[in-house]
């Protein structure tokens, strides 16, 4: 509000007086809410959980004009939503109040003996407490994965413990609804996806409420990188929406044929856009039709290839690796429960050690899907890709300087991450105990220095992964309560909800309240610089996302233009002429005959500057080429070279030279055939 000049006449000081004390004596009573204390709603239902946070949340940005916080780039606020809805038991929030949102399902009363979910993915018989609020005697739990985790007053205590960033990862597998024996809605994945997408809004609106109205709370959903900025800039919580499902848009294979087509994916990708979705997996679980995946572990992994069975009609099938990144092992670890719903005489394969790499990469739909993605700004999430398909969606990425890939939970091969952070990606390790957490942090600290990047954490609550157990009360270097926020600006004490106080020490990670709890464990585990990068991993996802929306493909300099070859295959059905090279289309290809020294020549027509070249190879590949310029088509200089090709797709950069012809001179063969190109594409940068 403006100032008012300061006046001197005395006869509107009766008047002024008046008013004042008018609007004393009828108008609300001033609150500390409703003053300076912005951070404090004004009408949080009653009785509801405790934040055990004082302090004013931090604002602004720092001396570089870098916005400050931590980032989970993977959380699942709505999966109780999922799997048919009986699956997680428990809501993020109710109308009706706590009572209502923190009870368990129907069917775990009186003493869980039909918890079926709970006695398989935590062992024992499944038996526990029922009872939610108030009393909490059995959960929330660091080790319950079929129990509410995400309460929005876990996440407020959250953010007011230094969170900025949260992706709300939008999940399910039709699957695993269809096989679990308690569900009160339909197992499509989509329609899961679309109320998970409204309920997150709902949400929004339902924390505006409590601070007198729209755009007022701390939780507010951003499409774009600007917007959360400014969210964040104004010390509230970025919400992303992302999609984590095994079949997205339908499109999944049955006996490897694909049930979707580039019409379906354009249409699903336009629909989750319009959403407000702004990251995504394209796989996850089962293979489907647009990638394979890596592979879930012991008797997990059993299960889970049994549910890919029912799903799609195949098991896994593994190769041995090409190079040294290896999806996860798969073993002959049994899973009797998932086991006996297969056909009689049907069993789950057993597997080589030395071939641990899924067959199945990504498919040409997959690629489709990959590029839809970038030209809608949205960003890939790799995890849970298996090593081929990640290996292709890099190499894409590359070609095209596309930065917009995440690692979110420590599913990526790890191998691959100076190729992410070398993109401008951004990589964020599972919510693991503090001791492994800073281990691993440590071993990826020296890239993270040589790139900038900060880092983050995928705390996947509410995703069936388990979470932090208790160190112990005697522990070393253990949580102190109260504690100092790493800002410095609010005092964080232990959480109650209810009747239940809990405690790191001895209760873990029970839910998502406790995030700033154990990042106090990080930093007393392993010192204050783990904490400062991942107080850095704010600004540093937004640097990606900011780089994805910025993305504009430069200009294939060959496209259509005359190219000529040493040779060409020659087919009664197709041409393999040279011009296939450069039409662009990636359907088509050029291909020589069968020997070692072989070119294709490229004219552009007109001198250019040339710094990077991209060959996308068909199966006959050269293991031995390079790359020449010309100006004149006589004098040719080598700008790259190797030795070691393996295939794929390559991006050649090198210092920006005048050319007008390119040439690729094949040296020695990777196959027994010739060399065979889908598409070569000339860029100046």
């Known amino acids: 509000m403006a100032r008012l000049p300061y006046r001197r006449r005395k006869d509107v000081t009766v008047a002024s007086l008046l008013l004042l004390v008018l609007a004393l004596l009828l108008g609300p009573a001033p609150s500390s809410a409703a003053g300076t204390d912005w951070w404090l709603p004004t009408a949080r239902p009653a009785p509801d959980s405790q934040i055990g946070v004082t302090g004013e949340p931090f604002t602004g940005t720092n001396a570089q004009g870098e916005v400050r916080g931590f980032a989970d780039l993977h959380n699942h606020l709505f999966s109780n939503e999922a799997f048919g809805g009986r699956l997680i038991c428990g809501k993020t929030f109710s109308e009706a109040g706590v009572a209502d949102a923190l009870k368990d399902c129907p069917e775990h009363y009186p003493d869980g003996s039909l918890a079926v979910f709970d006695f398989i993915t935590n062992g024992g018989d499944g038996k526990h407490d029922p009872a939610g609020w108030p009393t909490f005697k059995d959960w929330p ?89 400014q969210v964040i800039e104004q010390g509230k919580l970025a919400v992303i929406l992302g999609v984590e499902t095994s079949e997205p848009f339908g499109c999944k294979q049955v006996l490897d044929i694909a049930q979707c087509d580039k019409e379906d994916i354009d249409k699903g990708l336009d629909e989750l856009h319009a959403l407000g979705v702004r990251s995504m997996f394209l796989c996850h679980k089962f293979d489907n039709a647009l990638c394979g995946v ?266 259509n233009t005359p190219a000529t070859a040493s040779s060409a295959e020659w087919s ?25 020294d072989q070119w294709l020549r490229i004219d552009l027509g007109a001198t250019h500057r040339v710094g990077r070249v991209t060959l996308d190879w068909e199966r006959a590949y050269a293991r031995s080429y390079r790359i020449e310029l010309s100006t004149d088509g006589v004098s040719w200089r080598t700008a790259w070279s190797t030795v070691s090709g393996d295939g794929g797709l390559d991006t050649a950069r090198f210092t920006g030279t005048p050319a007008r012809y390119v040439r690729v001179l094949g040296l020695e063969r990777g196959t027994e055939w010739g060399y065979s190109l889908h598409e070569v594409g000339v860029h100046s940068d």
């Open 294 to 559: 890596r592979f879930d572990s012991g008797g997990l992994g059993t299960a889970i290839n049994v549910g890919q069975f029912l799903s799609t009609g195949t098991f896994w099938k593994t190769e041995q690796c090409a190079g040294p990144q290896a999806d996860n092992p798969i073993g002959n670890a049994t899973a009797a429960e998932a086991e006996s719903e297969l056909p009689a005489g049907v069993e789950v394969p057993t597997y080589s050690g030395g071939a641990q790499c899924n067959v199945r990469g990504l498919t040409e739909l997959g690629e489709y899907a990959v590029r839809g993605m970038m030209q809608r700004k949205m960003m890939l999430e790799i995890d849970h890709m298996s090593v081929k398909a990640t290996g292709r969606v890099l190499d894409i990425f590359e070609a095209e300087s596309y930065p917009g890939v995440l690692s979110s939970h420590s599913w990526m091969d790890m191998d691959w991450t100076e190729r992410v952070y070398g993109l401008g990606g951004f990589i964020a390790q599972y919510m693991h105990g503090s001791e492994g957490f800073v281990a691993e942090a440590g071993r990826t600290e020296a890239l993270r220095d040589k790139y900038g990047r900060g880092y983050a954490y995928g705390t996947d609550m509410n995703g069936v992964g388990g979470w932090p157990g208790p160190r112990g009360a005697d522990a070393p270097n253990k949580v102190t309560y109260p504690f100092t926020s790493v800002d410095g600006g609010s005092v964080i004490d232990r959480q109650t909800t209810g009747q239940r106080t809990w405690d790191l020490n001895t209760d873990g990670a029970a839910h998502y309240g406790l995030v700033p709890d154990w990042i106090e464990d990080i930093r007393r585990v392993g010192g204050r610089a783990v904490v400062d990068d991942l107080f850095r991993g704010a600004e540093s996802y937004l640097d990606t996302w900011g780089a994805s929306e910025r993305h504009r493909s430069t200009v294939n300099l060959a496209r």
């Open 572 to 596: 009664l059905f197709t041409s393999y002429a040279p011009g296939r090279a450069v039409d662009g289309d990636r359907g088509t290809r050029w291909a020589s005959d069968w020997s070692d």
């Open 141 to 229: 739990a660091h080790d319950s994965l079929t129990h509410q985790q995400n309460y929005y007053a876990w996440v407020e205590r959250a953010w007011r413990g230094g969170q900025r960033v949260m992706v709300n990862d939008l999940v399910t597998n039709g699957v695993i609804c269809s096989v679990y024996f308690f569900k009160d809605r339909s197992c499509d994945e989509m329609t899961s996806i679309r109320l998970q997408a409204k309920l997150s809004y709902d949400l929004q609106a339902y924390i505006d409420k409590m601070y007198g109205g729209t755009g007022k709370g701390w939780f507010r959903i951003v499409t774009d990188s600007a917007q959360a900025r």
